[in-house]
Nanobody, 114 residues
Framework: QVQLVESGGGLVQPGGSLRLSCAAS????????MGWYRQAPGKQRELVAT???????NSADSVKGRFTISRDNAKNTVYLQMNSLKPEDTAVYYC????????WGQGTQVTVSS
């Protein structure tokens, strides 16, 4: 079955960096569009960034210039490099594999606090 396993979350000070990883199994990874979403307490899940199978990327205005999505098809992994983190980036970050069926990871907590 399809599995998406996120890692790399944690506690970081404002201005710091983290790199999230999402390792996929059970799919032909290179054929799927991938994305990162996040959900803060009391808020709806929102798009952070996406990358297509052809490596076209898109990101939310709130993270443009700070976050970068990338993928390594040889490792079946999508990454989210997060720089200049702000307290408002605090959320659970989820990986999405988008196809005829959408698959979600279990989420990884990112907390930005001094």
């Amino acid at each position: 079955q399809v599995q998406l396993v996120e890692s790399g979350g944690g506690l970081v000070q404002p201005g710091g960096s983290l790199r999230l990883s999402c390792a996929a199994s059970g799919i032909v990874f290179g054929r799927y569009d991938m994305g990162w979403y996040r959900q803060a307490p009391g808020k709806q899940r929102e798009l952070v960034a996406t990358i297509t199978s052809g490596r076209l990327t898109n990101s939310a205005d709130s993270v443009k210039g700070r976050f970068t999505i990338s993928r390594d098809n040889a490792k079946n992994t999508v990454y989210l490099q997060m720089n200049s983190l702000k307290p408002e980036d605090t959320a659970v970050y989820y990986c999405l594999c988008s196809g005829t069926t959408d698959y979600w990871g279990q989420g990884t907590q990112v907390t930005v606090s001094s």
